[in-house]
C-alpha cells in the first residue's frame, strides 16, 4: 500500500460528523478512507454513545467504534451551549460536509440546522440521517435499526421456511443508511463543484431498508403476492441457496438452465432434467421444497469440500458456508484489502474493516486509529483559528475538551 492522503480522490474534504453510533459513522468512515479529513464531534464526558458498545473482557476502547471510527479527530464539545454552538458555527464556516443523525428539528431548536448553517456557508452540503425520513406522520420519530428492518418488512422475509421470523445477522438498516449517505454526499458535492452552491442531502434507516426489497417489492407490484421467509432459498430462482453436506455446507446457484443441467450432472441424476416439475426455472421454483430435499440427500454422501471441486469444475457457482473467523482470514479477504491493521494506544495493534472500494488497483485506508474523545480538539481549533486565549476560556466554561492522557 503506497496510497498517501494527497494521492486519495477527497484529499482536501473536510467533513464535520455531528452523527455518532452506527449509520452517520458509517458515511464518515468511508469517506476518510477516500481521503477526506473527518472531524468527529462528540458530546463529554461519554462521547459516542458506540464507545459504551463493549462486551465483557475488551480491553481498550470498544471494538465497535474502533472499526467505525479510525481516520477521525475527535474534538469534544457540549453543544447544548451557546458557546459551544458557536464552535461549531465557526468549524461550519471552514467545512464542506455536515453529517448529523439527530431527531428532526432537534438541531434547528440549537441553532445549528441546515438554514442556520448555510447561512454562514452557502456552499454546504449538509447530510442529516434520521429514522423514518424527513417528511410524512412518522417522521418525528426517533430511529433503530431492528425497529425499521420489522417496519420496513424485511424481517417478514427472512427466517426459516416454515414461517420462523428472524433479523438480520447484520444491521442493514444502519449500514445501508450510511452507504447512502455517502452517496448522497459526494453527489452533492460534485453538484457544489458545479454550480457553486451546496444542498441538503436526506435519507433515512427506512428508505434505507426499503431499498433492499427491490425483489419483493417487484412482485407485490405486479399481482399483490406478499413474500413470506424462504430461508437461504431466493424467490425467484430454484436452487438458489445454501445445502448441507456430508460434512459442511455450501451455497449453490443454479442461476439458469445451463447450471441446473451441469448440477443435475455433477450429483449424478440427469434424469432430474426430464421430470415435469423441474423442467424450467418456473416449475423448479414452484417445486422448491421437494428439489431442496433431493439435493440435500445427493450432497449428503460426501464433504463440502468435495463438492466444491466438482461443482468449480464443472462451471457451476459454488462456495462454503463460512462462519465470521474463516471469511475474515481468508486469503481472498486479504488480497482484496478488506482487512487492514492500525496501532491504537489503548486498543494496540487492531484490525478493522477496509473501503470496499479500488482506485487504480488499490484499496486505500484511513490509517490513523480511532481517536480518544477530544484528543484533537486542541489541535483543531487551533488549525480553524481560534487563540489560545480563547480555547482555555472555552474550556473553562466546559463548552469544550481536551483528552488529558493522565486523566484517562
Given at each position: 500500500m503506497t496510497t498517501t492522503p494527497k494521492d486519495l480522490p477527497l484529499a482536501g474534504v473536510r467533513v464535520l460528523e455531528l452523527s455518532q453510533i452506527m449509520a452517520g459513522p458509517i458515511c464518515g468512515l468511508m469517506l476518510a478512507d477516500m481521503g477526506a479529513e473527518v472531524i468527529k464531534i462528540e458530546k463529554f464526558p461519554a462521547g459516542d454513545d458506540s464507545r459504551g458498545y463493549a462486551r465483557p473482557g475488551d480491553p481498550g476502547l470498544a471494538p465497535s467504534f474502533l472499526m467505525l471510527n479510525r481516520g477521525k479527530r475527535s474534538v469534544a464539545v457540549d453543544i447544548r451551549q451557546p458557546a459551544g454552538q458557536e464552535v461549531i458555527r465557526r468549524l461550519v464556516g471552514r467545512c464542506d460536509i455536515v453529517t448529523e443523525n439527530y431527531r428532526r428539528g432537534k438541531l434547528d431548536a440549537l441553532g445549528l440546522g441546515y438554514e442556520q448553517l448555510r447561512a454562514i456557508n452557502p456552499q454546504l452540503v449538509y447530510c442529516s440521517i434520521t429514522g423514518y425520513g424527513p417528511n410524512g406522520p412518522l417522521s418525528d420519530k426517533g430511529g433503530f435499526d431492528l425497529v425499521l428492518q420489522a417496519f420496513s418488512g424485511l424481517i417478514s422475509v427472512t427466517g426459516s421456511i416454515d414461517g420462523e421470523l428472524a433479523k438480520p445477522g447484520n444491521s442493514v438498516a444502519d449500514i445501508n443508511a450510511g452507504i447512502l449517505a455517502a452517496m448522497g454526499c459526494l453527489a452533492a458535492y460534485i453538484q457544489r463543484l458545479r454550480t457553486g452552491q451546496g444542498a441538503k442531502v436526506e435519507t433515512s434507516l427506512l428508505q434505507a431498508s426499503l431499498q433492499q426489497m427491490y425483489w419483493f417489492a417487484a412482485a407485490y407490484f405486479s399481482d399483490g403476492s406478499v413474500a413470506k421467509p424462504m430461508g437461504t432459498a431466493h424467490p425467484l430462482i430454484a436452487p438458489y441457496q445454501t445445502f448441507r453436506c456430508g460434512e459442511g455446507a455450501i451455497a449453490l446457484g443454479g442461476g439458469n438452465q445451463a447450471n441446473w443441467q451441469r448440477i443435475t450432472e455433477v450429483l449424478g441424476h440427469p434424469e432430474w432434467l426430464q421430470e415435469a416439475r423441474f423442467r424450467t426455472g418456473r416449475d423448479r421454483l414452484g417445486a422448491q421444497r421437494a428439489l431442496e430435499a433431493l439435493i440435500t440427500e445427493?450432497?449428503?454422501?460426501?464433504?463440502?469440500?468435495?463438492?466444491?471441486?466438482?461443482?468449480?469444475?464443472?462451471?457451476?457457482?459454488?462456495?462454503?458456508?463460512?462462519?465470521?473467523g474463516q471469511a475474515l482470514e481468508h486469503a481472498q479477504s486479504r488480497a482484496i484489502g478488506m482487512v487492514v491493521e492500525v496501532d491504537h494506544a489503548e486498543g494496540g495493534h487492531t484490525r478493522s474493516l477496509g473501503l470496499p472500494i479500488h482506485f487504480d488497483g488499490e484499496a486505500p485506508f484511513a490509517r490513523s486509529a480511532a481517536p480518544r474523545i477530544g484528543e484533537q480538539t486542541r489541535e483543531v481549533l487551533a488549525e480553524f483559528g481560534f487563540e489560545a486565549d480563547e480555547i482555555a476560556a472555552l474550556e473553562a466554561a466546559k463548552a469544550v475538551c481536551q483528552y488529558q492522557p493522565e486523566a484517562g
Open positions: 445427493a450432497l449428503a454422501a460426501h464433504p463440502a469440500a468435495y463438492w466444491i471441486e466438482r461443482f468449480d469444475q464443472a462451471g457451476v457457482p459454488v462456495g462454503p458456508v463460512h462462519d465470521v
